[in-house]
């Protein structure tokens, strides 16, 4: 007959002592692993992306233009500022949704623009016996003057307004119906556009118009001609 083995009280003992650790082992690699915090999201500086540095640029133009309706005031400057709050708001949201630095703000390239005198004012003073420096009062004075056909808003990039509605431009250099073509280098891609209000920079385009010559997912047109047509 065949002898039944059977394990001693010590050795029972040690089976169940181990099976208790690699049990609690294996849970406190489960606890580990689940409380570990998952790794946090990186935002994009304006330096690190272009669709980052375009957006920063559009915001930063309509908070220029905001500080300059807040310091020449008219009837109509607190509509126009709501309506420009409004558009900065919607701005970072597109940051946060493109991973951006939110509400990072960056001046465009006409910067110096605004403090610069009204194209009227060089213009007058201009007439008196130089007609041969035309084209240095018009850097003087902005672009307003230039015949219809000429470049103007040389070296400026363009980006967007972030305003609704039909294709159309907003300037500090051209008054409104000023009709402007703007052609992006980088896609050969041109559209024809009516200023329609005042900004911070000599064109913005609204979001339809820049949608016409945008590059997919960028906010800034880095090498673009600016022909005043009409």
Do not use: H, W, Y
């Not at 294996?26 to 999201?41: D, H, I």
């Not at 930063?60 to 709050?85: L, M, T, V, W, Y």
Request: with cysteine.
């Amino acid at each position: 007959m065949s002898r039944k083995r059977t394990l001693g009280p010590k050795k029972k003992l040690a089976l169940l002592l181990s099976a208790a650790t690699v049990a609690g082992g294996g849970a406190f690699v489960m606890a580990t692993t689940s409380n570990a915090s998952p790794p946090e999201a990186t935002t994009k500086a304006a330096a690190d992306s272009s669709v980052c540095q375009g957006l920063a640029t559009a915001l930063g133009n309509n908070e220029r233009f905001i500080e300059g309706q807040k310091a020449n005031p008219d009837a109509q400057s607190e509509a126009r500022i709501a309506n420009r709050e409004a558009v900065i708001a919607q701005i970072k949201v597109q940051q946060e949704a493109s991973g951006c630095t939110v509400g990072e703000s960056a001046q465009g390239s006409q910067a110096a623009q605004p403090e610069q005198p009204a194209p009227s004012q060089p213009a007058q003073g201009e007439q008196a016996g130089q007609g041969e420096q035309a084209g240095q009062g018009q850097q003087a004075g902005g672009d307003a003057g230039a015949a219809a056909g000429e470049q103007v808003c040389n070296g400026s990039t363009v980006t967007l307004s972030g305003e609704g509605g039909a294709p159309a431009a907003s300037s500090n250099q051209f008054p409104a119906g000023t009709k402007l073509k703007v052609t992006n280098l980088d896609n050969n891609k041109s559209t024809t556009v009516e200023v329609t209000s005042v900004s911070g920079s000599c064109v913005l385009l609204n979001n339809a118009a820049f949608e016409q010559v945008r590059e997919a997912g960028k906010f800034l047109i880095r090498r673009a001609v600016i022909e005043k047509v009409g």
